[in-house]
């Protein structure tokens, strides 16, 4: 283990370096996500990921997140246990009727300020899975939503992208809302 | 065994491949009986419009048949009575097509939570659910002094599928444990009926996407038999180049994790790092990191350019580099191995008697990998070498997983000299006038996944039933946690890494 440790330690990181140009790389998003974050959090991002009927090809790619490519954890984001702690949700899926209570108790079970991002084609609308007798469909049919990231599924980049671009809008809307 | 009990029936000529046979209730017993004395395995169990269906293999001759009972006035007779592993599947087309399954020891619904506007979905006439709110759910007992409950779910704590746990624990043992699954249904087997082929592609690489290529695969594979016509030599090579790297990705996933809920957070990282190299070598090589959609009837959507069978290359060079190192340090590392050493044991007797799939039937001495066992083009011309394990712990399970993704990237490395030239997709052959059916196995990573299709007039689906290996593995879990800590339950279950999407459907 040792000798594993210290190669890395040697070694170039694999985490990427930030390019110059904005909005390219995973790691010029997050740059910039962390200044978003932190005007509004204070350099702190909970987020409570919710799979309410998803076909798992979502949570493949909100887990590669967290891996040492992304590495979203230095920005000051992390993935949290509880809604309790959360300060977003991030729900995946068509939302399915088996599943749409236990959504809407996490929901309320989450402290405000909270936001909502719907992730993937099936949180955006119902995605293939339209019409079906088992389905609510969007997200935004269940709880209120703030941010679609489209794809099917969407990449981990586009993931970075999309929360970014919510916090910079939540930051407008927060001054706009009466204390 | 499957001789003896179908020599005398005759085959219908509308099911291709493997044989399809009407019986009566007295084979159909006889059926129930072989599986309880273990000389078939049951591969699968599923509905249709008046009539049950099952898939039977027997290990001994490796032969493969389906066999279907009527169901006269919405009754049929179970084979849960003499095989408990047919359990779920019989309460699921229950709760899909509303036959009663006569004699069925387990009545209560499955996949049905009372929250669908219908009842029986499937059937020919399906019913709008009663206004009532339906009876809550009855968890099986455990009695005993100083037994208390866990209940966990279905929201998780991590960044995964939803589903129930039920623990009775005795201080921090658990006495017992009970799944309930069903939450992600999005009723996919209603959806493709009256499809396009090319329409139920694209829902078939939606059952669960971590399998999307395996799916894909098993889907394509049924319809192209059930249509007569074979997709072009390259295509084959190029679905199973996917389906290797698609087990590539997905198993340094699971040992990543597995090692993670034994905090071992440096595997964890070192193995995310190698999953992530995968999964961009298969977005530069096929245009998409989880190759979705690249496996069509027909053959294959994305072409293999030289620079793309560098990139796979380059990866494999990589694997082989730095994956040993990775193994090592599993190996070498006693807190971990205090861990996985001995914990969650599958007995060989259940696994052979569940048909478990995959890593958790090879980590308990089944020996069944369909790729090996069933063989399909192009591992009929290259086969691989069967990984197997005789402990059943998660160690176990996580050995099998390291064999097989050395032996995928050796897979891997030889084909990519050998890949023929030529098309990779050609047109279906045009619609017949009677409904064509067929079943197709293919082994994604968990395990094999069965697809049954029939296609009727106009091409359109008529039913398509798509079984996920989690259906023999879930049951499993239960028993492999009993007597276990806790604490230890994260750890068995992500050495499981069973699909809710995937059973749930
Ligand atoms: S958007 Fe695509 S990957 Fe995500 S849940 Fe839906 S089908 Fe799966």
Redesign the interface.
């Known amino acids: 283990m040792r000798r594993r440790l210290f190669k890395n330690l040697v070694n170039a990181p694999c985490t990427e370096p930030v390019a110059s140009a904005a909005h390219q790389t995973p790691d010029a998003l997050g740059e910039a996500l962390r200044g978003a974050v932190a005007r509004r959090l204070g350099r702190s991002l909970q987020i409570r990921e919710v799979d309410a009927g998803s076909c798992n090809g979502c949570e493949l790619e909100i887990h590669a997140l967290s891996n040492a490519f992304y590495d979203i954890e230095r920005f000051g984001v992390r993935f949290v246990a509880s809604p309790r702690h959360a300060d977003l949700l991030l729900v995946t899926g068509p939302v399915t009727l088996n599943m749409r209570e236990a959504l809407e108790r996490t929901y309320a079970a989450t402290p405000a300020p909270k936001w909502v991002v719907a992730v993937g084609d099936c949180g955006a609308g119902c995605g293939v899975f339209e019409g079906s007798y088992a389905c609510v469909g969007a997200v935004a049919q269940v709880v209120p939503v703030d941010l679609v990231i489209r794809g099917c599924p969407p990449t981990p980049a586009q993931l970075l992208q999309g929360l970014l671009w919510l916090l910079s809008q939540g930051d407008h809307a927060a001054r706009k809302r009466p204390r | 065994m499957l001789r003896a009990l179908f020599a005398e029936l005759s085959p219908l000529a509308t099911h291709r491949g493997w044989p399809r046979v009407a019986v009566d209730a007295d084979t159909w017993r006889a059926i129930g009986e072989a599986l309880r004395e273990g000389k078939l395995d049951l591969l699968a169990e599923w509905g249709d419009a008046g009539a049950v269906h099952c898939a039977l293999y027997e290990p001994a001759t490796r032969g493969v048949q389906i066999a279907t009972i009527a169901a006269h006035e919405g009754r049929a007779p179970s084979l849960a009575v003499f095989h408990a592993p047919a359990s779920r599947l019989e309460r699921a087309l229950a709760d899909l097509y509303g036959i009663e399954v006569v004699g069925l020891p387990d009545q209560r619904a499955w996949l049905d939570?009372g929250?669908?506007?219908?009842r029986a979905?499937l059937a020919a006439q399906?019913r709008p659910a009663s206004a009532s709110a339906s009876p809550a759910y009855r968890f099986l007992e455990a009695q005993g002094p100083g037994l208390h409950q866990v209940p966990v779910g279905?929201?998780h704590?991590?960044?995964?599928?939803?589903g129930h746990f039920r623990f009775t624990a005795s201080g921090e043992t658990v006495v017992r444990l009970e799944e309930r699954l069903?939450?992600?249904?999005?009723?996919?087997e209603?959806?493709i009926v009256g499809r396009s082929v090319n329409d139920a592609a694209?829902?078939a690489a939606?059952?669960?996407?971590?399998s999307?290529v395996a799916y894909s695969f098993a889907f394509a594979r049924a319809i192209e038999a059930a249509l007569d016509s074979s997709p072009p030599p390259r295509a084959l090579w190029l679905r199973a180049v996917m389906a290797e790297l698609e087990r590539i990705a997905n198993h340094l996933?699971d040992i990543g994790a597995i090692c993670n809920d034994a905090s071992f957070a440096?595997l964890h990282?070192?193995c995310?790092?190698l999953?992530?190299r995968t999964?961009r070598a298969c977005a530069r090589a096929f245009g998409h990191?989880?190759m979705?959609d690249r496996i069509v009837p027909g053959g294959v959507t994305t072409d293999l350019t030289a620079d793309g069978e560098k990139e796979i290359g380059a990866l494999c060079t990589r694997l082989t580099r730095e994956f040993p190192?990775l193994i090592e340090?599993y190996d070498?590392?006693a807190s971990l191995q205090d861990r996985t050493v001995g914990t969650g044991i599958v007995s060989t007797r259940l696994a052979a008697a569940f048909a478990a799939p995959g890593y958790v039937g090879r980590a308990s001495s089944r020996l069944f990998d369909a790729r090996v066992h069933l063989p399909y083009p192009p591992y009929d011309v290259a086969p691989l070498e069967i990984a197997v394990r005789h402990e059943g712990d998660v160690d176990a399970r996580v050995w099998v997983r390291i064999l097989e993704v050395q032996r995928s990237v050796l897979w891997l490395q030889s084909a990519l000299g050998a890949l023929p030239g030529g098309p990779v997709r050609l047109a279906l052959p045009a619609a017949t006038a009677e409904s064509t059916e067929s079943t197709a196995v293919v082994e994604g990573f968990r395990g094999d996944i069965l697809t049954y299709v029939r296609i009727g007039a106009g091409q359109l689906i008529e039913r398509c039933h798509l079984r996920d290996p989690s259906w023999l593995s879930w049951p499993l879990l239960e028993a492999a946690i009993e007597g276990n800590i806790l604490a230890d339950f994260p750890l068995c279950n992500k050495s499981f890494n069973c699909?809710?999407?995937g059973h749930?459907l």
């Open positions: 939570h929250r669908w506007p219908v979905p399906p279905p929201v704590a991590g960044i995964i599928e939803p069903g939450y992600t249904h999005k009723g996919i209603k959806s694209r829902l939606r059952v669960s996407g971590d999307t996933g440096m990282a070192e995310g790092i999953r992530e999964l990191r989880l979705m190192e340090l070498n590392t699909s809710y999407s749930d």
